[in-house]
C-alpha cells in the first residue's frame, strides 16, 4: 500500500494541473470503489474550482471551492494519471509501465485550467482505493483523522512528544510506530528502515524508550530523527513507487533503490563495522526486515 511519501509524491505532481482549474464535469464510470461514492457527488463538484492540493497522513485532500473537500486514498493499486498534456505521455525513464487498461479507470476529472483542457484520471484496478466529501471546516473530527497522531513531517512531532505516546507500553516498538493514534501516516517500509536507522529492534517494547519519569531515552531521540529523516529522503526522492504505485504523471520514485533493509533478506547488514545479515519476521501479518545483530 503507497505510504505516506507516495501520497506526497501524487499531491505534488497533480497540483500544478489541478490547483486553480475549474472541474467541469466529474465522471464516475462506477457506483462505488472500496465504498460507494457519496450521495451527489458528481454534482457537488461540477463548475467548481479547485482551490489547493494537501495531505493528511496517507489521504490526498483536495479543497474546493465553497469549503468542501475532496478525500481520496490510493489503496493498494490506485493512482493518477494527467491526460491531455503532451508532457504526459512520456515523462522519463519507467522502470515499469503504469497502467494503461482503460477498464479500471474508474473516476475522470475534466478539467479547465489556464492551459486548456485536460484530464485526471483515477485508475484502481483492485479498487481498494476510495473517495469521500466533507466540509473543510468539520474535516478534523471526520472518522479518518480525528483519531490520527501527529505527522513525521511536522515540527511537532519530537521525542518528548512520542514519550507521552509509548510511557508504559507493552507493544513491540514496530507495532507502537504503525499505530495511526501515535503518528499518522507511518507504514511498513519506512517503519523497518527508521528502525534500522536507529538500530532499534522491531520487537522490543515501546515503553523501555522512555524513563520512569516519561522522559524520552537517548534511544527515543534517536528514533525520532530517523523517522523524520527517513520520511525526508523518501520524499525527495519521490516515493519508493513498490510494485502498483506510480507518481502523477506515470514515472517513478527510486527511493526503493535506497533502501537499506527493506526486502533484503538474507543481503549483508549496511551498518559500517556490522557483520550481520539481514533477516525477516512476521509481526501482526507483515514481513519485518532488521537486523538482529546491530538492532537491539
Same mark, same amino acid.
Given at each position: ?15 500544478? $494541473? ?31 474550482? %479547485? ?12 479543497? %474546493?471551492?465553497? =469549503? ?15 491526460? !491531455? ?21 474508474? $473516476? ?5 485550467? *489556464?492551459? !486548456?483542457?485536460?484530464?485526471?484520471? /483515477? ?17 478534523? #473530527? ?12 511536522? @515540527?511537532?512531532?519530537?521525542?518528548? /512528544?512520542? *514519550? +507521552? ?5 507493552? &507493544?513491540?516498538?514496530?507495532? +507502537?510506530?504503525?499505530?495511526?493514534? @501515535? %503518528?499518522?501516516?507511518?507504514? @511498513?517500509?519506512?517503519?523497518?528502515? #527508521?528502525?534500522?536507522? *536507529? ?11 522512555? &524513563? ?35 507518481? #502523477?504523471? =506515470?514515472?517513478? !520514485? /527510486? ?6 533493509? /527493506? ?34
Amino acid at each position: 500500500m503507497p505510504e505516506l511519501p507516495e501520497v506526497e509524491t501524487v499531491k505534488r505532481g497533480l497540483a500544478p $494541473v489541478m490547483e486553480g482549474s475549474r472541474i467541469r464535469r466529474a465522471e464516475l464510470r462506477r457506483p462505488d470503489l472500496r465504498f460507494p461514492f457519496p450521495p451527489a457527488f458528481s454534482e457537488a463538484l461540477e463548475g467548481r474550482r %479547485i482551490v489547493s492540493l494537501g495531505r493528511r497522513a496517507k489521504y490526498l485532500l483536495i479543497d %474546493i471551492e465553497g =469549503g468542501d473537500v475532496v478525500i481520496a486514498h490510493l489503496g493498494m493499486s490506485g493512482s493518477f494519471r494527467v491526460e !491531455g498534456a503532451p508532457e504526459a505521455e512520456t515523462p522519463g525513464d519507467f522502470h515499469m509501465p503504469r497502467s494503461k487498461d482503460t477498464r479500471h479507470d474508474h $473516476v475522470v476529472f475534466h478539467l479547465e485550467t *489556464a492551459d !486548456g483542457d485536460r484530464r485526471v484520471v /483515477y485508475n484502481d484496478p483492485r479498487r481498494f482505493g476510495f473517495m469521500d466529501l466533507a466540509r473543510r471546516q468539520d474535516l478534523a #473530527a471526520h472518522p479518518f483523522f480525528r483519531d490520527l497522531g501527529e505527522e513525521p513531517t511536522g @515540527n511537532t512531532l519530537d521525542a518528548d /512528544y512520542i *514519550a +507521552a505516546k509509548f510511557r508504559g507500553r507493552q &507493544t513491540p516498538l514496530k507495532a +507502537a510506530l504503525l499505530d495511526q493514534k @501515535n %503518528i499518522a501516516g507511518l507504514g @511498513n517500509i519506512y517503519v523497518c528502515e #527508521a528502525l534500522w536507522r *536507529a538500530h532499534l529492534s522491531p520487537e522490543r517494547l515501546a515503553g523501555t524508550l522512555v &524513563t520512569a519519569a516519561g522522559k524520552p531515552k537517548k534511544e527515543l531521540v534517536v528514533l525520532t530523527e530517523a523517522i523524520r529523516q527517513v520520511i525526508a529522503d523518501a520524499i525527495e526522492a519521490g516515493g519508493s513507487t513498490l510494485r502498483d504505485h506510480i507518481r #502523477a504523471d =506515470g514515472s517513478l !520514485g /527510486y527511493f526503493q533503490h535506497s533502501f537499506s533493509v /527493506y526486502d533484503r533478506e538474507k543481503e549483508p547488514c549496511r551498518t559500517p563495522g556490522c557483520t550481520g545479515t539481514i533477516g525477516r519476521i512476521v509481526q501482526g501479518g507483515r514481513s519485518t526486515f532488521h537486523c538482529a545483530a546491530c538492532q537491539k
